[in-house]
C-alpha cells in the first residue's frame, strides 16, 4: 500500500449511530489532518496533528471526535450526527506543517458520509 | 479575512482549445499559492506551488503564473483526460493552515 487510505469509502448512518472514519499513511509524514469537502463549498479543515499531537482544532462540534495514535494513523470518531454533516471527509499527510517548506498535502480518496 | 475566489465556476472547452482558470487571493502576507486537481471520486492531487510574484511553473500542459493578487492556470491544447476540478489554496504568513478556493471544474471534450 502506497499514499493515504481511506475508510471505509462510503459510509451510510442515522443520526443516533456512532462510526469511525479510518486514515494510514505510508509516506512517512509526521503531520495529518481531517478536511471536509461539501458541494459547492471550499475544503474545510477539521482538525490537525503534528507528531501524534492535535495542533489545531478548527471550531469542530463536538459529535466529531479525533484520535492519532501515532503518525502513521488518524481516525475520525463519529455520533449523534445531523443531515448537514454529509459530505466527503478527506484525509491528508504532509512532512511538516503546511507551509513548513515546499510540502504539499498528500490526500486520501474520502470517505462519502450519508446522514439519515 | 483571508479570502480565495475561483473563476469560472465551471468551463467547457474543445479539445486543442486553450485557456486560462483564474485564482484571485486576499491574504495576510503570502507564504505560498498551491495548485491541486481533483478527480471525481477521489481526493486532490498536489499540482504546483507558487511563492513569489512572478513565478511560473510547468507540467505537460498546464503552466501556473503567479501576480500579487491573483494566479492562473494556463491549459495549452488540453485533452480530455485533463478534465478535472481544479483547487487553489494560499497559505498566509501567520497560518498552519491551506484556505481553499471553490474549485474550477474543466470539463474538455473530444
Known amino acids: 500500500e502506497t499514499g493515504v487510505t481511506q475508510t471505509p469509502r462510503h459510509l451510510v448512518m442515522g443520526m443516533t449511530n456512532k462510526k469511525s472514519l479510518k486514515c494510514e499513511q505510508h509516506l512517512g509524514h509526521n503531520a495529518m489532518y481531517w478536511y471536509k469537502q461539501s458541494a459547492k463549498k471550499p475544503l474545510e479543515l477539521m482538525f490537525v496533528?503534528?507528531?501524534?499531537?492535535?495542533?489545531e482544532n478548527n471550531s469542530v462540534p463536538s459529535r466529531f471526535s479525533p484520535e492519532c495514535p501515532n503518525s502513521s494513523h488518524l481516525f475520525l470518531h463519529l455520533h449523534t450526527l445531523q443531515p448537514e454533516d454529509s459530505a466527503l471527509y478527506l484525509c491528508?499527510?504532509?512532512?511538516?506543517?503546511?507551509?513548513?517548506?515546499?510540502?504539499?498535502?498528500?490526500f486520501g480518496n474520502g470517505t462519502r458520509l450519508t446522514v439519515t | 479575512e483571508d479570502q480565495v475566489t475561483q473563476s469560472p465556476e465551471a468551463l467547457r472547452l474543445q479539445e486543442g482549445e486553450s485557456s486560462s482558470l483564474n485564482c484571485s487571493y486576499t491574504v495576510s502576507g503570502l507564504r505560498g499559492l498551491f495548485w491541486y486537481r481533483q478527480d471525481p471520486g477521489k481526493g486532490p492531487e498536489f499540482l504546483f506551488t507558487?511563492?513569489?510574484a512572478g513565478e511560473e511553473k510547468e507540467k505537460e500542459r498546464l503552466k501556473a503564473t503567479l501576480t500579487k493578487k491573483e494566479s492562473f492556470l494556463h491549459i495549452t491544447a488540453p485533452k480530455p483526460e485533463d478534465s478535472a476540478t481544479y483547487l487553489c489554496a494560499v497559505l498566509n504568513q501567520a497560518g498552519t493552515a491551506l484556505i481553499f478556493g471553490k474549485g474550477t471544474t474543466l470539463s474538455v471534450s473530444s
Open positions: 491528508a499527510s504532509s512532512q511538516g506543517l503546511t507551509g513548513a517548506g515546499d510540502s504539499p498535502l498528500h
Open positions: 507558487l511563492y513569489s
Open positions: 496533528y503534528n507528531f501524534k499531537e492535535q495542533t
